[in-house]
């Protein structure tokens, strides 16, 4: 499965995850998505979230985390990753 493919699923359960808006405010693009298989079926999505900052007197993107959510194929749902 693609990313494109889950943003297609998700457009009603989860409207504004991959909107312009939102995308931008974390310094995402779709190819910047990555998309791993899991057991169970489920996919779990990775994305670094980047912010621009000034450094040396020029602007830079910097990373400051990631986005990771699992996506549930039967739902066409996002769930939290389960921490360890």
Request: no cysteine; charged share 35%.
């Amino acid at each position: 499965m693609t990313i494109y493919e889950i943003k297609r699923r998700t457009e009603d359960t989860a409207p504004y995850f991959f909107s312009r808006q939102t995308m931008k405010f974390f310094g995402q693009t779709m190819r910047d998505f990555k998309v791993y298989k899991q057991k169970g079926g489920k996919f779990l999505i990775v994305a670094p979230m980047r912010e621009r900052t000034r450094f040396s007197g020029s602007e830079i993107w910097v990373t400051r985390g990631e986005t990771r959510r699992l996506f549930n194929p039967e739902t066409n749902k996002f769930e939290r990753e389960e921490k360890a």
